[in-house]
């Protein structure tokens, strides 16, 4: 199985940027989107946003539209999340995934990765 492994997280100050990426290990075969979610501390995983490989327009989450840019490699081996006046509910542990079209999140066909750890100060 291909492994993801997201980095770029840590500490910011609140109104500053970070810049994630997500890697994979090989391949993804068969796994068309690509998405970043994020949990904030005692609540339920939420989409941040997601993008194709093939192209087209990201799709972003309401309240993250505007401060945040996913962008993905041409070769198809990593996707950034890029993220601008962060401000401190951006707290969360964040997430990159890969799914195959058609199915959704739950399906046991999706890799996630680990996560990397954002938090933002006040």
């Known amino acids: 199985q291909v492994q993801l492994v997201e980095s770029g997280g840590g500490l910011v100050q609140a109104g500053g940027s970070l810049r994630l990426s997500c890697t994979a290990s090989?391949?993804?075969?068969?796994?068309?989107?690509m998405a970043w979610f994020r949990q904030q501390p005692g609540k339920e995983r939420e989409l941040v946003g997601a993008?194709?490989?093939?192209?087209?327009?990201?799709y972003y989450a309401d309240s993250m539209e505007g401060r945040f840019t996913i962008s993905r490699s041409s070769d198809r081996n990593t996707m950034n999340l890029q993220m601008n006046s962060l401000k401190p509910e951006g707290t969360a542990v964040y997430y990159c995934?890969?799914?195959?079209?058609?199915?959704?999140?739950?399906?046991?066909?999706?890799?996630w990765g680990q996560g990397t750890q954002v938090t933002v100060s006040s």
């Open positions: 090989g391949r993804l075969i068969g796994r068309e989107i």
């Open positions: 995934a890969a799914a195959p079209r058609g199915s959704n999140w739950q399906d046991s066909r999706v890799y």
């Open positions: 993008i194709r490989w093939s192209g087209g327009s990201p």
